[in-house]
């Protein structure tokens, strides 16, 4: 794991030059889950974050179809059987430590359970939610 103060600072002007919205690197989620709200404009709320992540939008698969109603233990993807460690940070500490790496992944779970990407409101909800899960 890469933490902000290692570095090197071109990192930082590489990503403002690119458009890049979050930080390459987020030390914790709870950083992650900060750059969220301050992109929503308004603070995360779990309970909005645990309906988003378990309903269906229209699609084939909810987040729940592959992560699990609680996903805190192995899911599997749906569609090819694949499977995914576990979502919530308590359970997989290398969760939301690499905010490129979890910009990523949202927006291609979100395009494929909503059908567009999440809004940062959408994604601080969820992360708000996957943060109560403690061991």
Known sequence: MT???LRPAWVGWMALWAGVSAPAWAATPAEL????NTQ?????QAARGQ????TR???EWSCASCHGERPVQDGKHAGTGKVISP???AFNPQRFTDAAKADKWFRRNC???VGRECTPAEKADVLAWLLTFKR
């Open 87 to 89: 979502l919530a940070p």
């Open 40 to 44: 929503a404009g308004a603070p995360a």
């Open 111 to 113: 395009n494929d359970v």
């Open 57 to 59: 939008h229209g699609r």
């Open 51 to 54: 309906a988003f992540f378990t």
């Open 3 to 5: 933490h902000g103060w």
């Open 33 to 36: 889950l900060t750059t969220y």
